[in-house]
């Protein structure tokens, strides 16, 4: 009996990819740890999901795994970190390069050549795979992550959806035994999510270890094999999801403010409200509906989530009439855009990677000019703007916020904004900053270099750069890209706030929640031209702009949708997963 014991337990320890002991990590330029007694363990051939708020030490935990620390960042380690048996105190970065291929947040900083299938044959070329095998690699790569049309393109002329699959595809192309992805869908559009979430799945089947930092969980969530939270530094949770969000569920929603899937937060607050027992806790739509099978549930007659606004239309401020652009090489970005933006409305545009949707903002601020067709800004024809003049009236947050920060400083990055709009009182520059800061929660990285910030942080100053000068129109693109749940519902709060001061909202997004939760009005785009113009709720009943535009319907909308089909007379303006617990609560009948 003890041979078998031993001989099990070796079975085990042998399956153990990453064994992480008792690890404490302080940053060099920090005095407080990052990291806190952080202890958990990877098997061979898994997939796992990294959640946590923003600042609570996601990245950093990833970066133990490739020896980027403590070999690169230095700072204080405490504690061991094993990948296949071996300390990574004890390996260079460039062989545990051959265990672990990380793919960062932001993938431009991992290039090494000019374009894109050099970037892909970059890795094996260093590894020394044959010439045959690196050709069929980089084909096949190409292929996976539908790159293939911009194999010649120069790295700096692809979409952000563009750049994150070729920081995949040149990971991927060194064969490592595990993979590390933060954040790897967050500029993709949400069918390209969904692809990328196969490509993880059909890894971890192929016996990849996968270790993925995401905040898109919706239906995904159900496959993963663990699910680890990490909370001020500490890792809360460690274990199958559905165990995880049974016993932290609630505290993950309320206390920590991260994303579940929607189907999850039904299931978390039917339990709350003692509408549901035992131990199921739902994390895909069958599923779900299985357990509100178990229900009686009359939703009374008239019964409604939202009141309508009659409120009459406001005024035109901008108006495109078949706008055109095209990009020195040839590349037409807008094909003859139509649109009016009004002063008080809350618009929100979507599409695939590569529709134009940042071009058109692009035009709208000023930074480009049509080649065709008429634009009106503010009551004058575009052409008679300065760019100088203009941008106290349309505010744009970049995709890449980065690209805006010109201080070393994000106190001084905020006040900047306010000093180039001609606000010269330091004590009004003070009084402002300090209330941006405060909004944001930017107070504790007022005095950090804006490069030295996290993904997350550098979108939260590039909005409020732009907010504090109060411009007409804020044009927002991706501006909720590393956000957690929290900070992305006071973003949008805020959104909500200068809206209703009259302050048009221009919100270029990826993420279909959001759209269907706040937008008042979609409009979608593909290859340049508008497919779809109208309201959210319209948006999700049509299968060939979705299938068009690479969209998706949210999860919670098939949800309703095949509750509909069984008999549930929801009401059609359901567009939170709170609404449609209130209308279970409302609509819940006791034996």
Same mark, same amino acid.
């Given at each position: 009996? &003890?041979?078998?014991?031993?001989?099990?337990? &070796?079975?085990?320890?042998?399956?153990?990819?990453?064994?992480?002991?008792?690890?404490?990590?302080?940053?060099?330029?920090?005095?407080?740890? $990052?990291?806190?007694?952080?202890?958990?363990?990877?098997?061979?051939?898994?997939?796992?999901?990294?959640?946590?708020?923003?600042?609570?030490?996601?990245?950093?935990?990833?970066?133990?795994?490739?020896?980027?620390?403590?070999?690169?960042?230095?700072?204080?380690?405490?504690?061991?970190? +094993?990948?296949?048996?071996?300390?990574?105190?004890?390996?260079?970065?460039?062989?545990?390069?051959?265990?672990?291929?990380?793919?960062?947040?932001?993938?431009?900083?991992?290039?090494?050549?000019?374009?894109?299938?050099?970037?892909?044959?970059?890795?094996?070329?260093?590894?020394?795979?044959?010439?045959?095998?690196?050709?069929?690699?980089?084909?096949?790569?190409?292929?996976?992550?539908?790159?293939?049309?911009?194999?010649?393109?120069?790295?700096?002329?692809?979409?952000?959806?563009?750049?994150?699959?070729?920081?995949?595809?040149?990971?991927?192309?060194?064969?490592?035994?595990?993979?590390?992805?933060?954040?790897?869908?967050?500029?993709?559009?949400?069918?390209?999510?969904?692809?990328?979430?196969?490509?993880?799945?059909?890894?971890?089947?192929?016996?990849?270890?996968?270790?993925?930092?995401?905040?898109?969980?919706?239906?995904?969530?159900?496959?993963?094999?663990?699910?680890?939270?990490?909370?001020?530094?500490?890792?809360?949770?460690?274990?199958?999801?559905?165990?995880?969000? %049974?016993?932290?569920?609630?505290?993950?929603?309320?206390?920590?403010?991260?994303?579940?899937?929607?189907?999850?937060?039904?299931?978390?607050?039917?339990?709350?409200?003692?509408?549901?027992?035992?131990?199921?806790?739902?994390?895909?739509?069958?599923?779900?509906?299985?357990?509100?099978?178990?229900?009686?549930?009359?939703?009374?007659?008239?019964?409604?989530?939202? %009141?309508? &606004?009659?409120?009459?239309?406001?005024?035109?401020?901008?108006?495109? +009439?078949?706008?055109?652009?095209?990009?020195?090489?040839?590349?037409?970005?807008?094909?003859?855009? &139509?649109?009016?933006?009004?002063?008080?409305?809350?618009?929100?545009?979507?599409?695939?990677?590569?529709?134009?949707?940042?071009?058109?903002?692009?035009?709208?601020?000023?930074?480009?000019?049509?080649?065709?067709?008429?634009?009106?800004?503010?009551?004058?024809?575009?052409? %008679?703007?300065?760019?100088?003049?203009?941008?106290?009236?349309?505010?744009?947050?970049?995709?890449?916020?980065?690209?805006?920060?010109?201080?070393?400083?994000?106190?001084?990055?905020?006040?900047?904004?306010?000093?180039?709009?001609?606000?010269?009182?330091?004590?009004?520059?003070?009084? +402002?900053?300090?209330?941006?800061?405060?909004?944001?929660?930017?107070?504790?990285?007022?005095?950090?270099?804006?490069?030295?910030?996290?993904?997350?942080?550098?979108?939260?100053?590039?909005?409020? $750069?732009?907010?504090?000068?109060?411009?007409?129109?804020?044009?927002?693109?991706?501006?909720?890209?590393?956000?957690?749940?929290?900070?992305?519902?006071?973003?949008?709060?805020?959104?909500?706030?200068?809206?209703?001061?009259?302050?048009?909202?221009?919100?270029?997004?990826?993420?279909?929640?959001?759209?269907?939760?706040?937008?008042?009005?979609?409009?979608?785009?593909?290859?340049?031209?508008?497919?779809?113009?109208?309201?959210?709720?319209?948006?999700?009943?049509?299968?060939?702009?979705?299938?068009?535009?690479?969209? +998706?319907?949210?999860?919670?909308?098939?949800?309703?949708?095949?509750?509909?089909?069984?008999?549930?007379?929801?009401?059609?303006?359901?567009?939170?997963?709170?609404?449609?617990?209130?209308?279970?609560?409302?609509?819940?009948?006791?034996?």
């Amino acid at each position: 009996m &003890s041979s078998n014991t031993n001989h099990q337990a &070796s079975e085990v320890e042998n399956d153990v990819l990453v064994d992480v002991q008792h690890v404490t990590y302080t940053h060099w330029n920090q005095t407080e740890p $990052t990291l806190h007694d952080v202890s958990l363990q990877i098997r061979q051939g898994t997939l796992n999901v990294l959640v946590g708020p923003s600042g609570s030490g996601k990245s950093t935990l990833c970066d133990l795994f490739n020896g980027v620390i403590p070999h690169l960042y230095g700072g204080k380690l405490e504690g061991d970190i +094993r990948v296949g048996g071996v300390n990574t105190r004890e390996v260079e970065v460039k062989h545990l390069a051959l265990k672990v291929g990380k793919v960062f947040q932001d993938p431009e900083i991992m290039f090494a050549t000019l374009y894109v299938e050099d970037e892909i044959a970059f890795g094996p070329e260093n590894l020394r795979f044959d010439v045959e095998t690196i050709r069929q690699t980089v084909e096949e790569l190409l292929e996976l992550t539908d790159l293939k049309p911009y194999r010649h393109n120069l790295v700096w002329n692809l979409s952000g959806g563009q750049v994150q699959k070729l920081g995949l595809a040149s990971v991927l192309a060194m064969r490592p035994q595990m993979i590390v992805l933060d954040e790897p869908t967050s500029n993709l559009d949400p069918a390209a999510t969904r692809s990328v979430h196969d490509l993880v799945l059909s890894l971890r089947d192929e016996g990849i270890t996968v270790l993925l930092v995401t905040r898109e969980l919706d239906e995904f969530l159900a496959e993963a094999d663990q699910l680890l939270v990490l909370a001020d530094g500490r890792l809360l949770a460690a274990g199958p999801p559905r165990d995880v969000l %049974r016993e932290h569920g609630e505290y993950m929603l309320d206390s920590l403010g991260v994303w579940l899937p929607e189907t999850s937060e039904i299931g978390i607050e039917l339990r709350r409200a003692g509408l549901l027992q035992g131990d199921e806790m739902p994390i895909t739509v069958e599923e779900t509906l299985s357990v509100l099978s178990q229900l009686r549930i009359e939703i009374p007659e008239g019964a409604s989530t939202h %009141r309508v &606004s009659s409120a009459p239309p406001a005024e035109v401020v901008i108006s495109a +009439r078949d706008l055109h652009y095209t990009y020195p090489g040839g590349v037409e970005a807008l094909k003859g855009i &139509s649109l009016d933006i009004r002063s008080d409305e809350w618009l929100m545009i979507v599409g695939r990677n590569g529709a134009g949707k940042s071009t058109l903002a692009r035009l709208l601020v000023g930074l480009q000019k049509p080649r065709k067709g008429q634009l009106t800004l503010f009551g004058r024809d575009a052409s %008679r703007w300065k760019v100088q003049q203009l941008a106290n009236n349309i505010a744009l947050v970049f995709q890449n916020p980065e690209h805006q920060f010109l201080t070393d400083k994000v106190a001084d990055e905020i006040g900047y904004s306010l000093l180039a709009q001609g606000v010269s009182d330091p004590a009004e520059i003070r009084r +402002r900053t300090d209330e941006m800061l405060a909004l944001l929660d930017l107070e504790a990285v007022a005095d950090t270099h804006p490069f030295a910030l996290s993904a997350g942080l550098k979108r939260r100053l590039g909005v409020a $750069t732009m907010l504090v000068g109060e411009p007409e129109v804020l044009l927002v693109d991706e501006p909720t890209y590393g956000q957690d749940r929290e900070m992305t519902h006071t973003l949008m709060a805020l959104m909500q706030n200068i809206r209703e001061r009259g302050i048009a909202v221009v919100m270029i997004t990826h993420d279909m929640r959001l759209v269907q939760e706040y937008a008042e009005r979609v409009v979608v785009m593909s290859e340049g031209r508008i497919l779809y113009d109208g309201s959210s709720a319209g948006l999700f009943e049509q299968e060939e702009v979705l299938a068009q535009a690479n969209l +998706r319907r949210t999860v919670l909308h098939d949800l309703v949708r095949a509750m509909r089909e069984q008999g549930y007379p929801f009401p059609s303006d359901i567009r939170s997963t709170s609404d449609l617990v209130e209308l279970l609560k409302i609509g819940h009948v006791t034996e």
